[in-house]
């Protein structure tokens, strides 16, 4: 699957498949993930794998689609302003690629906003200097939606003198 063909048919995935997602795939695809572009090679994530008893903790209202996998990625936070901002981008840059490399393989995420519940950093037992960007359930897609109409990048492009 080319770079262009994986972007343009991602999909957010509502419901998985009970089809087993390997600790092999998983790590194959955050080797990839690691790639993405961070400053000054800060690498600022970390990943939880949620186990069933946190996973029930987190309460999410669809369960994370049934998805076999539940994922978290966190980032480390900083004093400074600056630098916080980078590593919350780069960890999405991060997140990013781990979604495209497992659907280059047939696999689907769920991005979740359940990061920004006041208790989800507790239950995680998150260090006082890390954030949760996302909680993502990783399956085999039980049905791919279709594509939603996007806004053509031309409306959004403005030119500056």
């Not at 063909?5 to 690691?34: G, N, P």
């Not at 996998?69 to 480390?76: C, D, I």
């Not at 990013?96 to 950093?121: E, H, M, Y």
Request: one cysteine or more; proline letters at 6%; charged letters at 25%.
């Amino acid at each position: 699957m080319q770079v262009k063909e994986a972007i343009t048919s991602r999909r957010h995935i509502k419901q998985f498949k009970s089809d087993e997602v390997t600790d092999a795939q998983l790590l194959s695809w955050l080797d990839t993930a690691r790639f993405a572009p961070n400053h000054r090679m800060a690498e600022p994530w970390e990943v939880l794998v949620i186990g069933s008893k946190t996973r029930a903790l987190l309460h999410h209202k669809a369960n994370f689609g049934d998805a076999p996998v539940v994922l978290a990625f966190l980032y480390k936070g900083s004093e400074n302003e600056v630098d916080k901002f980078e590593n919350l981008v780069a960890t999405a840059c991060f997140v990013q690629n781990f979604c495209l490399a497992a659907f280059a393989d047939g696999v689907g995420t769920r991005w979740t906003s359940i990061a920004t519940k006041p208790d989800t950093k507790e239950i995680l037992q998150l260090p006082e200097n890390y954030e949760v960007l996302t909680i993502l359930g990783v399956g085999y897609p039980a049905e791919v939606p279709p594509a939603k109409e996007r806004t053509p990048m031309v409306s959004k492009i403005k030119h500056m003198s």
